[in-house]
């Protein structure tokens, strides 16, 4: 039986070499696949640079700087408390600088843990654990009866410091990369005007009320930061990242 013409060319052409065809690169194959993306789609960083910096980026700055200052304010009072507590219960020198050294053991034991809350439950969850902490451990540690106590609280005053360093990630995450650098270094200003306020209230408090009402005074600017943390925004990278785009758009189109 006779074959077709079609399967006698391809009998001739059987012993050649068809030419070989050369594979696409691994960027190139990526090229392909992002070039069939809408073009509706975007980042965050996208977002945060096309929305640039407004009213929004304003009132983070206030709210994260007062947690800023906050911390500075425990910070400076360090120097004060332990002249202050060995006048009034004779503590020895070694003990005035256990009073300095538990609260940076505390913010050095908590960093890990804090930054493993803030991955796992969101920098807002952190940030709002830390205010009520810090305020709550700071006016106890106004009324602590004896030295022991007073040293234990300070410590637990250090481990909730240790999520602070959060409030600047967050204020980072919402900032555009052209003014995210110096957003982020006028942010310590806030630092300054703690410890210069810490100052102040100390000289007008430590004369006539001794240092527990300056301990208990301190805590204020803790206690307004707490009561504000509802309405810090949750990063929206942190709801990208725990696979939650429709709650990160929401907060970017704040």
């Given at each position: 039986m006779r074959r077709a013409k079609g399967y006698q060319d391809l009998d001739e052409n059987v012993g050649e070499r068809l030419p070989a065809v050369p594979?696409?690169?691994?960027?190139?194959?990526?090229?392909?696949?992002?070039?069939?993306?809408?073009?509706?789609?975007?980042?965050?960083?996208?977002?945060?640079?096309?929305?640039?910096?407004?009213?929004?980026?304003?009132?983070l700055s206030l709210y994260t700087g007062l947690c800023w200052m906050a911390d500075s304010m425990e910070m400076t009072i360090l120097s004060i408390l332990s002249p202050a507590l060995h006048c009034e219960w004779n503590i020895s020198k070694y003990q005035q600088a256990l009073t300095t050294t538990v609260v940076f053991m505390g913010m050095m034991l908590s960093s890990t843990f804090w930054g493993n809350i803030s991955d796992r439950y969101g920098r807002k969850t952190a940030l709002s654990m830390c205010g009520v902490l810090l305020f709550y451990y700071g006016l106890l540690s106004a009324i602590a009866p004896n030295f022991l106590w007073l040293l234990f609280l300070r410590g637990l005053v250090g481990f909730a410091i240790g999520c602070v360093p959060q409030s600047v990630t967050l204020y980072a995450e919402f900032l555009p990369t052209k003014q995210r650098a110096k957003c982020v270094v006028l942010l310590d200003c806030?630092?300054?005007?703690g410890a210069c306020l810490e100052v102040?209230?100390?000289?007008?408090?430590?004369?006539?009320?001794?240092?527990?009402?300056?301990?208990?005074?301190?805590?204020?600017?803790?206690?307004?930061?707490?009561i504000i943390c509802p309405w810090l925004p949750e990063s929206a990278r942190y709801h990208?990242?725990?696979?939650?785009?429709?709650k990160a758009l929401e907060t970017l189109e704040k």
């Open positions: 594979m696409p690169l691994p960027q190139e194959i990526e090229m392909a696949s992002v070039s069939v993306v809408p073009d509706d789609t975007f980042t965050v960083t996208q977002a945060v640079n096309a929305l640039g910096f407004g009213w929004f980026q304003v009132k806030f630092w300054a005007l102040a209230l100390a000289l007008i408090v430590m004369p006539t009320l001794g240092v527990h009402w300056l301990l208990a005074l301190s805590t204020i600017p803790l206690l307004i930061f707490a990208v990242a725990s696979g939650q785009p429709d």
